[in-house]
């Protein structure tokens, strides 16, 4: 029952993060592929660079309760390796790889910000908050989505280190941050050159 209580809760959140927000909304309003456009990405970024500011909120706000709806439920509902927190991190997992490789748009996605700090909000709120708060400082002064992204998902596991100590938890903002970093590896190069997109 353990192990199907496992498969179940990652096959059934990798299909929730796998639904593409960015891509529905901006297909369904406009017509078109939003990985032919801009960065390529499916991500709010991406959405704000077709529809305007509006859509990247909602598409942000719809990411990151797509996030953060699996890991409240598998919280709720999880009866193997409570103590450990073992589901809720391994749901959290899969939404994130659902959003950044979506079995429905042929393993293409987003970079798993919007959906990640989601994520963390659901295992600890106080410490998704103040990512956050975090990236929106960042963002607002630098105008570069990517280094608020950066910067906040890096700085991530010491905060749930600090103000949660779960070590399931750590251990997942640790590799959520490097693999979202990792992701916005050609951002990194662009921000290096002087040379990415600022938002306005």
């Not at 901006?26 to 456009?37: H, L, M, N, S």
């Not at 779960?166 to 970093?181: E, K, P, R, S």
């Amino acid at each position: 029952m353990e192990l199907l209580e496992i498969i179940l809760t990652i096959v059934i959140t990798y299909l929730i993060g796998s639904i593409p927000t960015g891509y529905i909304i901006v297909k369904t309003f406009t017509g078109q592929d939003i990985r032919t456009i801009g960065s390529g990405s499916t991500g709010a970024t991406n959405v704000k660079r077709v529809m305007g500011k509006k859509w990247f909120f909602i598409t942000l706000l719809l990411d990151a309760f797509k996030g953060a709806l699996p890991v409240i439920l598998a919280k709720i509902f999880a009866t193997s390796f409570t103590g450990l927190g073992l589901l809720p991190v391994l749901a959290a997992i899969a939404v994130i790889l659902g959003h950044s490789k979506s079995i429905f748009l042929k393993f293409t996605g987003g970079k798993s910000v919007a959906s990640g700090v989601g994520t963390i909000l659901a295992l600890n709120w106080q410490v998704g908050l103040i990512i956050a708060i975090i990236w929106s400082i960042i963002t607002y002064i630098s105008k570069y989505v990517s280094l608020g992204s950066i910067i906040a998902l890096a700085i991530s596991p010491f905060l749930m280190y600090f103000l949660d100590g779960h070590l399931a938890y750590v251990g997942y903002c640790t590799l959520g941050a490097l693999y979202i970093i990792w992701l916005h590896r050609s951002n990194i190069q662009r921000l290096i050159k002087g040379e990415e997109n600022k938002v306005r």
